[in-house]
């Protein structure tokens, strides 16, 4: 019955997702109605003490971070950047090669260590300006976005600094750079079938005469610049953000180290403010290389963002708030869905599974995929089961390096069902729906979970890492 009140809970946050109403008034009714199931009186309590202390600190960490990708997303297309980007991208690579374009753009954010997030707000400018050029329709912006950014730069790739490439590593011992072969094989796989995925449904739609549309929900502007945009410095910020993010992550380090205690007062002898500085680096590097991008745009900029940007403005802290409390709502309900009784059962159903790579692909991935996100299942899935995945592959002499590598990639496949936030958030920010465009997205979610059993097979066939 405990395993019944799980699958529910999750079958109805994702009807109601796919159905286009919000998850930030379902997602709470969701987990508290499993929560009245098993327990009636636990209700207030979980409420208050782990959904929204979830919802909470989710926000706090990360609602900066929304905001200013929000505002650097919209200053590249009103200053006319996107567009001047994209013209020549057009002019280098050809219409017909829109989708490599902008997977590549996602791409080159995310592994440079831009939040998929980020990426997303600042990825749909240039996608929506070269898509409406190349006459490609807007319902299939969200999956290229998703190919670019969710996949192969995000847990895959060697060295990738993303959160779900670096979580293995406390538990096996291991670095970002593990199982490098294997890594590399699986983001070829995962780019070549997902962009051959995506040009084929591109020709279908172009057989059927569709193109990219009219009435668009969430359209940037067609921006009539005053002042023509150099492609190089169009370009400049994004690098800006890119090599900034990796700077910053250094000089945080050493400036702060790992704690950082402050006092501004006498008053607060008593009380100083104090941050675990190690835990929150990454996220202040992003900031501070954000703040960067948009001031470099600004600057470069102004003559065209000048009078636009109150309104530019307004819109993207609406967009920021929508999208960071769509994801914060389903992090709170991925915390009561993995507090229930009937998510140890899933646990330990998935204990059975005999080979131990199979076995950690198999329990992340489903793991990521009831709680709605990469990272939280990932961290679930190894707080508990690591041990038992470590003496599996000792037993049948594999190294750390490869547990390290499956469990990642294993972690950014399912997780991507209807109700995944950042899935919510790349709809909302391209102002489409669950219906016209989540095919395609979880089409690459199938293609990117299949590329695990290729890496686990290859390891097999061949023992390389």
Not at 121 to 142: C, G, H, T
Not at 214 to 236: K, S
Not at 422 to 437: D, W
Request: proline residues 5%; glycine residues 10%.
């Amino acid at each position: 019955m405990n395993f019944v009140i799980c699958l529910a809970a999750l079958f109805f946050l994702m009807t109601v997702a796919y159905r286009g109403y919000s998850v930030i008034l379902f997602a709470p009714l969701a987990a508290l109605g499993a929560v009245l199931i098993t327990d009636p009186s636990a209700v207030p309590p979980i409420f208050s003490g782990l959904f929204m202390e979830k919802l909470v600190g989710f926000l706090k960490l990360y609602f900066p971070v929304f905001l200013l990708g929000a505002v650097f997303g919209k200053l590249i297309e009103i200053s006319g950047f996107a567009r001047a980007i994209v013209s020549a991208v057009t002019g280098l690579l050809g219409t017909s090669r829109s989708i490599i374009a902008i997977v590549l753009v996602g791409a080159i954010l995310t592994y440079g260590g831009v939040s998929l997030f980020v990426a997303v707000f600042a990825v749909y400018p240039f996608a929506a300006e070269l898509f409406r050029q190349s006459d490609i329709p807007k319902r299939l912006i969200p999956g290229t976005i998703a190919l670019g950014a969710f996949t192969f730069t995000m847990d895959t790739l060697p060295g990738t600094p993303q959160i779900q490439n670096i979580i293995p590593s406390t538990f096996f011992k291991t670095n970002a750079y593990a199982a490098p072969i294997l890594g590399i094989i699986g983001a070829l796989f995962i780019f070549s079938v997902g962009i051959a995925y995506l040009e084929w449904r591109r020709r279908a739609a172009a057989r059927r005469g569709e193109g990219y549309g009219t009435g668009h929900a969430n359209e940037p502007e067609t921006v009539e610049v005053a002042r023509p945009i150099h492609p190089a410095v169009a370009l400049l910020p994004l690098l800006i953000v890119g090599f900034g993010n990796k700077i910053l992550l250094g000089v945080i380090a050493s400036a702060y180290g790992a704690q950082a205690s402050v006092v501004l007062s006498p008053e607060m002898a008593a009380h100083p403010v104090t941050v675990d500085v190690k835990a929150v680096t990454a996220i202040w590097a992003v900031e501070g290389a954000l703040i960067l991008g948009i001031l470099a745009t600004l600057i470069l900029g102004f003559r065209n963002i000048q009078g636009r940007f109150a309104e530019g403005s307004k819109a993207a802290v609406a967009g920021s708030l929508l999208a960071g409390m769509n994801t914060a709502t389903e992090y709170g309900f991925g915390a009561v869905i993995a507090a229930l009784p009937g998510f140890k059962t899933i646990s330990d159903g998935l204990a059975a599974i005999p080979n131990p790579l199979v076995n950690e692909a198999i329990t992340v991935n489903v793991l990521a995929g009831v709680t709605g996100s990469a990272s939280g299942g990932l961290s679930i899935a190894l707080a508990a089961l690591s041990e038992r995945f470590i003496q599996g592959a000792q037993a049948a002499g594999i190294p750390m390096e490869v547990l390290h590598r499956v469990a990642s990639m294993a972690s950014g496949g399912m997780d991507t069902l209807p109700h995944n936030g950042a899935v919510i958030t790349l709809l909302a920010v391209t102002g489409l729906t669950h219906r016209q465009s989540y095919g395609d997205i979880f089409a690459i979610t199938i293609i990117k979970t299949a590329a695990v059993f290729v890496v686990i097979a290859i390891y097999y066939l061949t023992g390389i890492v």
